[in-house]
């Protein structure tokens, strides 16, 4: 048995695999949640015996499926907080989860082509940056800088790397690219080699990097084993905190590499002084996004820690993924969601605020106006495109419309909300505003207003549902199509695919079983929306 030093602080679980996590690892079990903090790691070796584990990740190797059930109860014992294990065959991995459901520790699942050597590299990479908190704070999140890093590596598809402002390296993405000398010396080193140092101060790049909000490159040096660079400052005010670098790898720059470098720049520096401006975990600041969106929060309480006038105006967007029964897998997305939109929407206002709020990400924009429009959709369609590459999943994002003062960001958030409620039917929408979707907003509100008042729904709605499941017909899709197409029959026969004297009957036939009579213009319209109700309540598309 291996084990490493523990460092005070360490990282939660949570911040550990979103590190580490796909394509390596997936979770099959969080028995105790994500934000228990992992301290350490340990190798457990079926020839090793099983010893004490307090907070650390134990890496099973040499036993995988059943064979491992028992190894992950003593690392259980020994205090571990997770087991990392190649699950073997399905129904063998559904025996480890229940071992490790039972036993209390989160399960690991790591994938079939994972060297145990790369993936132990990984995770000493992301719990060795926790002994760095040590100089800051321990409350300053260095697994987030390390998930910064590697947003930025995606946003750039670059190597990146973080660096204090005496060229310290706090944190790096990990990069299956070539890298060149001078990150392998970095890295290995966690400071930048003196030599290349000295180089870069004769070229002036240190002064660009301190003297403003600047993307600077640095050309490829082939002669020196140095390739193509990014680099920006992270500031605060005046004060050069550190810098972000990015080496070029196989591939060229992304096109919008510098803009995701300004917006990580802006977040770098938020987490660099978190530890001064806000010491106490759970503090005020962390309320105000969900007091600002609730509108619980003071205006003037918001705008004085942002630096800016109450009578800013604000828009609000707000992004949703869909729900899925693994609940630590969707946090993590999640988590994901919220970095990959911080870096866009810093670059874009410096004073942006982001968080979550159950399971949804807000953006809060300071200073847009409805001349913006254009420019916020712009940014919201970039965040979906990129969330849905980086996450794997459909997202989608609702735009709320300007309002005037940071103290009705409320009504922008509800607005948002209520644009994403109405995509839920349209699954293809990617980015919507509430004048896109108007129609289906009200409709959908309309509905649930008559979903919380069963005593004002009509009997005959209720008899064709009734004659439907008796009979094996479909009087209330026929006559949903017929009322849709506004009584056009061939129209809804076509949609229905089949014959409009078959359609007409149905109808009649609908007529008969309800009772409604269709040739009231109110009361055709009261059976369509309990039509609609119906079908939406057996989740079905109307």
């Given at each position: 048995?291996?084990?490493?030093?523990?460092?005070?602080?360490?990282?939660?679980?949570?911040?550990?695999?979103?590190?580490?996590?796909?394509?390596?690892?997936?979770?099959?079990?969080?028995?105790?949640?994500?934000?228990?903090?992992?301290?350490?790691?340990?190798?457990?070796?079926?020839?090793?015996?099983?010893?004490?584990?307090?907070?650390?990740?134990?890496?099973?190797?040499?036993?995988?499926?059943?064979?491992?059930?028992?190894?992950?109860?003593?690392?259980?014992?020994?205090?571990?907080?997770?087991?990392?294990?190649?699950?073997?065959?399905?129904?063998?991995?559904?025996?480890?989860?229940?071992?490790?459901?039972?036993?209390?520790?989160?399960?690991?699942?790591?994938?079939?082509?994972?060297?145990?050597?790369?993936?132990?590299?990984?995770?000493?990479?992301?719990?060795?940056?926790?002994?760095?908190?040590?100089?800051?704070?321990?409350?300053?999140?260095?697994?987030?800088?390390?998930?910064l890093a590697q947003t930025v590596a995606v946003l750039t598809g670059g190597s990146v790397?973080?660096?204090?402002?005496?060229?310290?390296?706090?944190?790096?993405?990990?990069?299956?690219?070539?890298?060149?000398?001078?990150?392998?010396?970095?890295?290995?080193?966690?400071?930048?080699?003196?030599?290349?140092?000295?180089?870069?101060?004769?070229?002036?790049?240190?002064?660009?990097?301190?003297?403003?909000?600047?993307?600077?490159?640095?050309?490829?040096?082939?002669?020196?084993?140095?390739?193509?660079?990014?680099?920006?400052?992270?500031?605060?005010?005046?004060?050069?905190?550190?810098?972000?670098?990015?080496?070029?790898?196989?591939?060229?720059?992304?096109?919008?590499?510098?803009?995701?470098?300004?917006?990580?720049?802006?977040?770098?520096?938020?987490?660099?002084?978190?530890?001064?401006?806000?010491?106490h975990p759970g503090g005020p600041g962390r309320e105000l996004l969900p007091g600002l969106?609730?509108?619980?929060?003071?205006?003037?309480?918001?705008?004085?820690?942002?630096?800016?006038?109450?009578?800013?105006?604000?828009?609000?967007?707000?992004?949703?993924?869909?729900?899925?029964?693994?609940?630590?897998?969707?946090?993590?997305?999640?988590?994901?969601?919220?970095?990959v939109v911080s870096v866009h929407v810093t670059s874009f206002r410096r004073a942006a605020?982001?968080?979550?709020?159950?399971?949804?990400?807000?953006?809060?924009?300071?200073?847009?106006?409805?001349?913006?429009?254009?420019?916020?959709?712009?940014?919201?369609?970039?965040?979906?495109?990129?969330?849905?590459?980086?996450?794997?999943?459909?997202?989608?994002?609702?735009?709320?419309?300007?309002?005037?003062?940071?103290?009705?960001?409320?009504?922008?958030?509800?607005?948002?909300?209520?644009?994403?409620?109405?995509?839920?039917?349209?699954?293809?929408?990617?980015?919507?505003?509430?004048?896109?979707?108007?129609?289906?907003?009200?409709?959908?509100?309309?509905?649930?207003?008559?979903?919380?008042?069963?005593?004002?729904?009509?009997?005959?709605?209720?008899?064709?549902?009734?004659?439907?499941?008796?009979?094996?017909?479909?009087?209330?899709?026929?006559?949903?199509?017929?009322?849709?197409?506004?009584?056009?029959?061939?129209?809804?026969?076509?949609?229905?695919?089949?014959?409009?004297?078959?359609?007409?009957?149905?109808?009649?036939?609908?007529?008969?079983?309800?009772?409604?009579?269709?040739?009231?213009?109110?009361?055709?319209?009261?059976?369509?929306?309990?039509?609609?109700?119906?079908?939406?309540?057996?989740?079905?598309?109307?």
């Open positions: 048995m291996v084990e490493d030093a523990r460092p005070a602080g360490g990282v939660t679980l949570r911040q550990l695999l979103v590190s580490i996590g796909e394509p390596l690892v997936d979770l099959h079990v969080a028995a105790t949640g994500l934000d228990l903090r992992v301290r350490g790691m340990s190798i457990l070796d079926p020839d090793d015996e099983p010893g004490g584990y307090p907070a650390e990740l134990v890496l099973v190797i040499g036993a995988r499926g059943r064979d491992a059930i028992r190894f992950v109860r003593a690392a259980a014992r020994g205090g571990a907080v997770a087991a990392a294990v190649k699950a073997g065959p399905e129904g063998q991995a559904d025996e480890l989860r229940e071992a490790a459901a039972e036993a209390g520790i989160a399960l690991l699942a790591v994938r079939p082509g994972v060297r145990w050597e790369q993936l132990e590299t990984l995770v000493r990479e992301v719990l060795d940056s926790a002994i760095l908190s040590a100089g800051f704070g321990e409350d300053l999140p260095y697994g987030d800088l390390f998930s790397s973080i660096e204090d402002a005496g060229n310290r390296v706090l944190a790096y993405s990990r990069s299956d690219d070539e890298v060149d000398e001078l990150r392998r010396l970095s890295i290995l080193g966690w400071e930048g080699p003196e030599a290349y140092l000295a180089m870069l101060r004769e070229w002036g790049i240190f002064q660009r990097l301190r003297s403003g909000e600047e993307v600077v490159r640095i050309d490829e040096h082939p002669e020196l084993g140095i390739r193509r660079r990014l680099a920006i400052g992270i500031r605060a005010g005046s004060h050069h905190l550190g810098t972000i670098w990015v080496q070029e790898g196989r591939e060229p720059f992304a096109d919008r590499a510098e803009r995701a470098l300004v917006g990580a720049s802006r977040m770098a520096a938020v987490q660099l002084l978190r530890h001064r401006s806000d010491p969106l609730e509108g619980r929060a003071s205006a003037d309480l918001v705008a004085g820690h942002l630096g800016l006038d109450p009578a800013t105006p604000a828009s609000v967007l707000a992004f949703a993924l869909p729900a899925e029964p693994d609940l630590p897998a969707h946090e993590l997305r999640l988590v994901e969601t919220g970095t605020l982001v968080g979550t709020l159950g399971s949804r990400v807000y953006a809060v924009l300071p200073d847009v106006t409805a001349r913006q429009e254009r420019a916020v959709r712009t940014l919201a369609t970039d965040i979906v495109d990129v969330l849905r590459r980086r996450v794997g999943t459909r997202v989608q994002a609702g735009i709320g419309s300007p309002v005037a003062t940071l103290g009705e960001v409320a009504t922008s958030r509800a607005e948002a909300d209520r644009v994403l409620d109405a995509m839920v039917r349209r699954p293809q929408a990617r980015v919507a505003t509430i004048a896109e979707l108007r129609a289906e907003v009200l409709l959908g509100e309309t509905l649930s207003l008559l979903a919380g008042k069963p005593d004002l729904r009509d009997p005959g709605v209720a008899a064709l549902r009734e004659h439907d499941t008796a009979h094996g017909s479909d009087l209330v899709g026929s006559l949903l199509a017929y009322l849709d197409a506004m009584g056009d029959v061939r129209s809804a026969a076509g949609r229905l695919h089949i014959h409009p004297n078959t359609l007409r009957h149905r109808v009649r036939r609908a007529r008969t079983v309800s009772g409604i009579d269709l040739d009231d213009p109110r009361a055709r319209l009261s059976c369509h929306l309990q039509l609609l109700l119906a079908v939406r309540a057996d989740g079905g598309a109307a």
